[in-house]
């Protein structure tokens, strides 16, 4: 065990607990967990791991639990879901079981670098910030995947996710925001998109990742897409608000080409015998439809949003104010650092 030297950050001294939903892991968990704790024990005495077996169908759940044997109880927990539910499901679970005051979301292939944490963790030192993503310096994934990621984060500002362009599967943020999504129970969910319904004060943190060498990530482009469709579809009305518009242009459409079509007719250039009254009931109708159609989903989006459980409000935590005589007292007589041993 290493001990930790030195005085502890504002945002680490809230402890921290790192959530890690685990899938056909086996090979990467232990590496992952040997290299993660010391860094927590660097940051701060108060740590833990939770490791969420998303139904893992190989022997996950065996390493994991094996893993957390070696070190003390508590500082290394394995939370085992029945099936598999999904990535943002199984953090949703790990979030929700967090004992501590700053979460940490990350991967569980070693792409993203425990020892990137202290990086991650800085922009949270200001109280104002409540979330931050880890953006990697150099991009690690190939074109395709690259480019469902990018449609993934369009899908993101759809959303109304604030940052969407920075957003990554390396997080940190305020187990207190939590509060504002306790209630969502969604198969589809998306932790990013319930923690921009908390806050807006989000920051990015360049950090460096390494390229994947155990195992395939399950994200490929297809499942990706797929990610996409249900996130513009589930915390989004504008796929409904764009029938609004059709419905919208169609009614003008129809209106102009009922305008023209009688104007040929008065002017004697048609002459078909119920051309001039197919052409009007179809350009009318079907604007009306178009337009009938738009209002309908503006309500309907209305119940969806409301169907989502949004917070009305989130209070922030009251920051207490330092004293000017107790940060002289401070900066006259700092506290000498002493090694802490992590529990």
């Not at 008065?266 to 009318?284: E, I, N, P, R």
């Not at 107790?326 to 002493?338: G, V, W």
Request: net charge neutral; proline share 6%; with cysteine.
């Amino acid at each position: 065990m290493s001990e930790r030297t030195g005085p502890v950050s504002p945002a680490a001294a809230q402890g921290i607990s790192v959530v890690i939903p685990c899938y056909r892991s086996r090979g990467s968990v232990p590496a992952l967990v040997n290299r993660l704790v010391p860094v927590l024990e660097q940051l701060t005495p108060r740590h833990e791991v939770i490791l969420v077996v998303d139904g893992s169908p190989d022997d996950t759940a065996d390493v994991a639990r094996a893993s957390a044997r070696a070190f003390p109880a508590g500082v290394v927990r394995v939370m085992e879901l029945r099936r598999n539910y999904g990535q943002h499901n199984a953090v949703l679970a790990g979030v929700a079981a967090a004992h501590f005051g700053i979460v940490v979301t990350m991967d569980d292939d070693l792409q993203h670098l425990p020892e990137q944490l202290p990086t991650l963790l800085e922009p949270l030192d200001d109280p104002r910030v409540d979330l931050v993503y880890g953006v990697a310096v150099e991009e690690e994934h190939g074109w395709f995947r690259s480019f469902a990621s990018r449609s993934v984060k369009a899908a993101l500002a759809m959303a109304g996710v604030p940052n969407a362009k920075d957003v990554s599967a390396l997080r940190a943020f305020r187990t207190d925001l939590r509060d504002a999504f306790e209630h969502v129970n969604d198969p589809f969910v998306s932790i990013d998109v319930v923690l921009s319904w908390a806050t807006t004060s989000v920051r990015r943190a360049p950090v460096r990742m390494a390229e994947r060498t155990i195992g395939a990530s399950g994200y490929t482009f297809r499942r990706l897409i797929g990610h996409t469709f249900n996130m513009a579809t589930g915390y989004s009305i504008l796929p409904l608000r764009l029938v609004t518009w059709l419905g919208l242009f169609i009614s003008f459409f129809g209106v102009v080409a009922l305008v023209a079509v009688l104007a040929l007719y008065w002017a004697g250039v048609v002459q078909v015998a119920g051309f001039t009254t197919v052409v009007a009931m179809l350009a009318v109708l079907s604007g009306a439809i178009m337009l009938s159609l738009g209002i309908l989903g503006e309500y309907l989006g209305r119940l969806h949003v409301r169907s989502m459980q949004r917070p009305a409000y989130l209070v922030r935590p009251v920051v207490p104010e330092v004293q000017p005589t107790e940060a002289a007292h401070r900066t006259e007589s700092p506290t000498p650092s002493k090694e802490v041993s992590s529990s």
